[in-house]
């Protein structure tokens, strides 16, 4: 079965700073999707990167960066330098080739960012 | 347009009543989704409607009652909840049900509370 990590519950840091969330992921697919979702207090799930397993080249969208490392089961998120609007609970999250008749995702318990000015 | 609009943001209903949440998306997806979420927890599958017709259940009383009336409208209809059905409701849609290579996109939810 297929199973998403967010370890970390809560991070805080100061405005500027750089700060990683971390997700580690188990699935016995070979072709598997994995994203990462924002949420704001508003509610509304805002979609931010969609991974293929056969895509390993990391990526960069402006402040945001993403290391996908299938040897450690593992899709890292990174925001540099980060802003008071980056303050979000942040999910990463699975969607099997397999995973029965509709793509599901699996969200991992997500975490919960809190950037100080 | 990649939005996913629902009605009511907010919503208050006693345990008796009878009310409908409303999803709607003009981006010609054929797959529509229902997830409930609970305060500081992730998102949890509901329902999923694939070109109008219902394709996953997951175990959800019979309370509440979905329904997809088109390719861009999809209602949750609910009655005689409980206290513990309030949470965010929260309606996404996607292009396909069989192509994986695109994301859902989601609604801003309807913050649900019941009395």
């Known amino acids: 079965a297929q199973k998403v990590t967010q370890a970390q519950t809560e991070i805080s840091v100061v405005e500027k700073e750089d700060v990683t969330l971390d997700c580690v992921y188990e699935?016995?697919?070979?072709?598997?999707?994995l994203f990462w979702y924002k949420q704001p207090p508003s509610g509304e799930l805002v979609f931010l990167i969609r991974?293929?397993?056969?895509?390993?080249q990391n990526e960069i969208s402006g402040r945001y960066s993403w290391n996908f490392q299938k040897s450690t089961s593992s899709f890292n998120f990174t925001i540099t330098a980060s802003q008071v609007v980056d303050s979000a609970v942040y999910f990463c999250?699975?969607?099997?080739?397999?995973?029965?008749?509709?793509?599901?995702?699996?969200f991992g318990s997500g975490t919960q960012l809190t950037v100080l000015p | 347009d990649t939005e996913v609009t629902q009605t009511p943001k907010h919503l208050v209903m006693g345990m008796t009543n009878k009310k409908s949440l409303k999803c709607e998306q003009h981006m010609g997806h054929r797959a529509m989704y229902w997830y409930k979420q609970k305060a500081k927890k992730p998102p949890e599958l509901m329902f999923v409607y694939s070109y109008e017709k219902l394709s996953i259940n997951e175990s959800v009383p019979s309370r509440f009652s979905p329904e997809c009336p088109n390719s861009s409208l999809l209602n949750l209809h609910l009655h005689a909840l409980q206290p513990e059905d309030s949470a965010l409701y929260l309606c996404a849609s996607s292009q396909d049900l069989g192509i994986m290579n695109t994301e859902a996109f989601f609604g801003q939810g309807t913050r649900l509370t019941v009395v």
């Open positions: 699935t016995r697919d070979t072709t598997y999707y």
């Open positions: 999250a699975l969607s099997e080739e397999n995973s029965g008749s509709a793509r599901q995702l699996t």
């Open positions: 991974r293929n397993s056969f895509d390993e």
